[in-house]
């Protein structure tokens, strides 16, 4: 198994950045793929965006393609997501996830390793 921690959240202005990271420890982390997901108050756990355990590949939701970026330094254990030109519906708890293989995927039910979330808030 591997644990995660997510790191880098905070509240900031409509249109500004953050940049979220999930750390991982326990298992080589070269071995998954990740995932971001973000949840909303009363509302169910959405895709953000993914990357593969060699980051060859990446996929994002419409609402953040463009704005988003996801990517990974397997040296450090970690993943990252730039976040910019935030809007005030970005505003959620925010989850890393992550599963063994070389795929991601984009639906939350195929991970099995969650962190705790952190909160990002976005005053408008």
């Known amino acids: 198994q591997v644990q995660l921690v997510e790191s880098g959240g905070g509240l900031v202005q409509a249109g500004g950045s953050l940049r979220l990271s999930c750390a991982a420890s326990?298992?080589?982390?070269?071995?998954?793929?990740v995932g971001w997901f973000r949840q909303a108050p009363g509302k169910e756990r959405e895709f953000v965006a993914a990357i593969s355990r060699s980051s060859g590949s990446t996929s994002y939701a419409d609402s953040v393609k463009g704005r988003f970026t996801i990517s990974r330094d397997n040296a450090k254990n970690t993943v990252y997501l730039q976040m910019n030109s935030l809007h005030a519906e970005d505003t959620a708890v925010y989850y890393c996830a992550a599963r063994i293989g070389s795929s991601y995927y984009t639906a939350a039910n195929m991970y099995r390793n969650w962190g705790q979330g952190t909160q990002v808030t976005v005053s408008s």
């Open positions: 326990g298992r080589t982390f070269d071995l998954y793929a």
